[in-house]
């Protein structure tokens, strides 16, 4: 089994910041890419945010320049650094990893989720 742990949401006002952390523990092989999702009220689960084994990354569009991920392969940790944070980040937060088997394939993980509330 694997499991994906979130810490780091909360409230804050426009323009703050908070940092996310999703510590993943459990039956690890390796573990390929890493990511963010987040979904607001009424839509969509949505990519924010996701960093390749390798270290590439990619954001999406409305929070390039704002946020930064990263990730500690040592801890099997992601972190998701959110700075001049706005009221249409809030949403809850997953965390989510491609962790890999022995026999060669993958398969993706979920969190449980943490809250993210920017408000004033």
């Known amino acids: 089994q694997v499991q994906l742990v979130e810490s780091g949401g909360g409230l804050v006002q426009p323009g703050g910041s908070l940092r996310l952390s999703c510590v993943v523990s459990?039956?690890?092989?390796?573990?390929?890419?890493m990511g963010w999702y987040r979904q607001a009220p009424g839509k969509e689960r949505e990519l924010v945010a996701a960093?390749?084994?390798?270290?590439?990354?990619r954001y999406a569009n409305s929070v390039k320049g704002r946020f930064t991920v990263s990730r500690d392969n040592a801890k099997n940790t992601v972190h998701l650094q959110m700075n001049s944070l706005k009221p249409e980040d809030t949403a809850v937060y997953y965390c989510?990893?491609?962790?890999?088997?022995?026999?060669?394939?993958?398969?993706?993980?979920w969190g449980q989720g943490t809250q993210v509330t920017v408000s004033s």
């Open positions: 960093i390749m084994s390798g270290g590439s990354t």
């Open positions: 459990g039956s690890i092989f390796s573990i390929n890419d």
């Open positions: 989510n990893a491609d962790i890999g088997s022995p026999a060669g394939r993958s398969h993706y993980y």
